[in-house]
């Protein structure tokens, strides 16, 4: 019983570290015109004025974003 739910929890920490999507939403830089996870290393200042946060990947391609080329959303 232990080795199913030592498996269990194996898999759902690979689920989360391979789907970031479904636990994140997107910031899109109004400045550059591409859009990001809202966790992407090259945000530093989130709350700034130019970026918008949106719920949909789709919704950001759009409004005319491009994703960005490090956190690859």
């Known amino acids: 019983m ?5 498996a269990f929890l194996a898999v759902i920490a ?3 570290y391979v789907t970031p999507t479904l636990a ?5 830089n109004t400045k550059s015109g591409k859009f990001h996870f809202s966790d992407c290393r090259t945000i530093k200042h989130p709350n700034a004025a130019h970026f ?3 719920e949909s ?4 391609i759009a409004d005319g974003y491009m994703p960005c080329g490090v956190c690859r959303p």
């Open 2 to 6: 232990k080795k199913v739910f030592v």
């Open 14 to 16: 690979l689920l989360l």
């Open 24 to 28: 994140s939403t997107y910031l899109a």
């Open 52 to 54: 918008v946060p949106y």
């Open 57 to 60: 990947r789709d919704a950001c």
